[in-house]
Every structure is written in structure tokens, then in C-alpha cells.
């Protein structure tokens, strides 16, 4: 059985300041991992993805994640966060069995909100 | 390219009914899901079908819910009765085969009275 946390359900954090998501997971075998985002009244947008290799990932508008085997950890950041980054982040965990199994499992996600 | 399209946006519907929810995926995806979203049990997946082929069906959904994929660019999503329990957006996602990114649509915000 799969699972994937996110530990911290709401982050405030200033405009231009730094940001970081902690997402742990548990899953014996080979993983992929993934971030996505929800702004509100919309559907998930993909943010980036690891697999494998450099265990540091980048992703779009300036995030960036980083795997962690010893951790079972994949945790996001942002080095100056903006207004718009305002949304709930997704860790998700996808399995590898043989092929890449399409089905992801949810962390809790976290509601960022940026303030002026 | 289009996105993954839903209709409705917004669906209200009483204790009883019947609804089906419609869902069109990213042109040329193999993958197809859908998802509850609620606050309390967060994302939770319904279906997945893989090539029109169901692959998963959520078990604590089968009794009232059923999906279906009757082509390759168009499924659906019936809840049949409905209950207000079932109050909560339906998420739909695809994805191409050989990769594990999902796009997703809007999401149908569904109220059951």
C-alpha cells in the first residue's frame, strides 16, 4: 500500500519570501513522484515530476523539487514566491510495476496563500 | 490543444436523481480518470480506464457510481440515486500512456438537496 503526506495543511508566506511543501511518501518498490497545483475553482496543473537521476527537479514558474530515498521525502520550493502562487499543492505518487501504472495517490495537499 | 473538457460546470440536483457527468480528454491520451474531490477525504479516484478498458474501479464507489468510456475521446460518469454524501466536485483526468502527468478538466461541482 501507497501513501503520500503532506504534513503541513496551511502555509502563509510573504511576497518575495521563500517557500518549501514537505511531502513524505511510503512505498517499498520504484516510484515516481510528482507536484501539482489548484487554484481555486480550477482543475490540477501539473508542476513537475521525478523519476529518476538528479534527485533535485525543476518545474515551471520557478519551482523546484527534490527527492530524498533516505527521507522518503520529495519536498517543493520557491525561492520568492508571488501573488499568484496563491493555490493547494498536490504531492502525488505514482507506481512502477513492471509499466508505469497511469493511477496517482494524493497527498493531503496545502493551501499556500502569499500577503503583501 | 484543447484541454480535458467537462459539462456541467455546475450540476444541482435532488436526493434520488439520476446524473450523468460528461467528460472529453486531451486528444490522443490513452488514459482516462475520475476523482471526487472533497475537503475532508481530499482526492479520491473513481475510475481509470486505459484504452477505453476499465483498469480500476474505486470499490467504496461501485454500487451508485459507474464510468464509462464509449470512444476514445468522450466518457461519462453516472450517479444513480444520488445522495447529498455525493455533494463534492468530480475531477476529470488523462494522460498519454508512456507518461504519468494527468491534465485535468475543471470539474464538475455537483450539489445533491
Known amino acids: 500500500t501507497q501513501t503520500v503526506s503532506q504534513s503541513d495543511a496551511h502555509v502563509t508566506v510573504f511576497e518575495g519570501d521563500s517557500v518549501e511543501l514537505r511531502c513524505n511518501y511510503s512505498?517499498?518498490?520504484?516510484?515516481?513522484l510528482s507536484w501539482y497545483i489548484q487554484h481555486h475553482g480550477h482543475g490540477l496543473q501539473f508542476l513537475l515530476k521525478?523519476?529518476?537521476?538528479?534527485?533535485v527537479v525543476q518545474g515551471v514558474n520557478g519551482f523546484e523539487a527534490e527527492f530524498s530515498k533516505s527521507d522518503s521525502s520529495f519536498h517543493l520550493r520557491k525561492a520568492s514566491v508571488h501573488w499568484s502562487d496563491s493555490a493547494v499543492y498536490f504531492c502525488?505518487?505514482?507506481?512502477?510495476?513492471?509499466?508505469?501504472?497511469?493511477?496517482?495517490?494524493f497527498g493531503e495537499g496545502t493551501q499556500v496563500t502569499v500577503i503583501s | 490543444d484543447a484541454g480535458v473538457t467537462q459539462t456541467p460546470r455546475h450540476e444541482v440536483a435532488e436526493k434520488g436523481q439520476t446524473i450523468i457527468l460528461k467528460c472529453e480528454p486531451v486528444?490522443?491520451?490513452?488514459?482516462l480518470f475520475w476523482y471526487r474531490q472533497t475537503k475532508i477525504q481530499g482526492l479520491e479516484l473513481l475510475s481509470y480506464?486505459?484504452?477505453?478498458?476499465?483498469?480500476?474501479d474505486g470499490g467504496a464507489f461501485k454500487d451508485r457510481f459507474k464510468a464509462e468510456m464509449l470512444n476514445s475521446s468522450f466518457s461519462t460518469l453516472k450517479i444513480q440515486p444520488t445522495e447529498p454524501k455525493d455533494s463534492a466536485v468530480y475531477l476529470c483526468?488523462?494522460?498519454?500512456?508512456?507518461?504519468?502527468?494527468?491534465?485535468f478538466g475543471p470539474g464538475t461541482r455537483l450539489t445533491v438537496l
Open positions: 480506464f486505459r484504452s477505453k478498458s476499465l483498469m480500476e
Open positions: 521525478y523519476y529518476s537521476g538528479n534527485p
Open positions: 486528444s490522443g491520451h490513452n488514459d
Open positions: 483526468a488523462s494522460s498519454h500512456r508512456d507518461y504519468a502527468e494527468q491534465f
Open positions: 512505498y517499498g518498490g520504484s516510484i515516481y
Open positions: 502525488a505518487l505514482s507506481m512502477w510495476t513492471g509499466g508505469l501504472s497511469g493511477k496517482l495517490t
